[in-house]
């Protein structure tokens, strides 16, 4: 069974950063495209960003040159690097795994407010 464990959310000042990491299990890992999602309030879900298992990687453009998504095989985690964040990007954020099916993370809050 494949299970995704999101971490590092939180509450931060509009400028500042944080990291989020998600850990998978039960999946054949090197050969997932892995993703991060947010959903705001009333608002759908979004696509932020995405890395291939070759490590190509793709980002909604409005955190283009702010965020940074990377992974590590050995480790089976992917990891979401958010710098000058702004109150928009509050949300929920959702760690997505794509190994033939959709697998989702539980979600971490982002907050961004002073």
């Known amino acids: 069974q494949a299970q995704l464990v999101e971490s590092g959310g939180g509450l931060v000042q509009p400028g500042g950063s944080l990291r989020l990491s998600c850990a998978a299990s039960g999946v054949i890992f090197r050969f997932c495209a892995m993703g991060w999602y947010r959903q705001a309030p009333g608002k759908q879900r979004e696509l932020v960003a995405r890395?291939?298992?070759?490590?190509?990687?793709n980002y909604a453009d409005s955190v283009k040159g702010r965020f940074t998504i990377s992974r590590d095989d050995a480790k089976n985690t992917v990891a979401l690097q958010m710098n000058s964040l702004k109150p928009e990007d509050t949300a929920v954020y959702y760690c997505?795994?794509?190994?033939?099916?959709?697998?989702w993370g539980q979600g971490t809050q982002v907050t961004v407010s002073l």
């Open positions: 997505n795994s794509k190994c033939g099916s959709d697998y």
């Open positions: 890395i291939t298992s070759g490590g190509s990687t």
